[in-house]
Antibody
């Protein structure tokens, strides 16, 4: 059974960098698929932030591209998100998820999510 | 960017009744559409992909249909555990995947 677990600070100050890690168990990241980050502001809908392919290629939402970096550490079987220059608008629950490949890019396994609040 | 528009925003349904949720794409996404269910405090759960294929373990009362720009999620007989928010997601426009704003199914 594939499981994902997000971790990282729950509070980040404005203008600083948000950093989250997603630990994957039950599947080796290096074996395949995309691995993505999605966020959900309180009471709002889902927004795709970006994804990384198992080979290391990255894909970002153009609306966030200038501030986002996603990386993978296959030795630890985890991938990470960095979002720079955060503001209150970046307050959200952040989810990591496995994203299918072969033309079917839906998200089949999700982490439980972690709330990140941007506040001084 | 492909904009996904879901309707209605809220759907009030009695247990045992049928629920029909709509999702419209701003341009054709072929059959590259997924549906998710999200309950309060939980992560989304994949229900349907390929517009009409149920994900593993999803009950048969959930069905999806449509192609191109118009899609429907039908819950044939609502159970208490089905009251939740439902999202559609297009994955035709690689690599910019977008979600609808959600439809909340509430108890009437």
């Amino acid at each position: 059974q594939v499981q994902l677990q997000e971790s990282g600070p729950g509070l980040v100050k404005p203008s600083e960098t948000l950093s989250l890690t997603c630990a994957v168990s039950g599947y080796s990241i290096s074996s395949g698929y995309y691995w993505g980050w999605i966020r959900q502001p309180p009471g709002k809908g889902l927004e795709w932030i970006g994804s990384i392919y198992h080979s290391g290629s990255t894909y970002y939402n153009p609306s966030l591209k200038s501030r986002v970096t996603i990386s993978v550490d296959t030795s630890k079987n985890q991938f990470s998100l960095k979002l720079s220059s955060v503001t209150a608008a970046d307050t959200a629950v952040y989810y990591c998820a496995r994203q299918w490949d072969y033309g079917d890019y839906y998200f089949d396994y999700w982490g439980q999510g972690t709330l990140v609040t941007v506040s001084s | 960017e492909i904009v996904m528009t879901q309707s209605p925003a809220t759907l009030s349904v009695s247990p045992g009744e049928r629920a029909t949720l709509s999702c419209r794409a701003s341009q054709s996404v072929s059959s590259n559409l997924a549906w998710y269910q999200q309950k309060p405090g939980q992560a989304p759960r994949l229900l349907i992909y390929g517009a009409s294929t149920r994900a593993t373990g999803i009950p048969a009362r959930f069905s999806g249909s449509g192609s191109g720009t118009e899609f429907t999620l039908t819950i044939s007989s609502l159970q208490s555990e089905d009251f939740a928010v439902y999202y559609c997601q297009q994955y035709n426009n690689w690599p910019l995947w977008t979600f609808g704003q959600g439809t909340k199914v509430e108890i009437k």
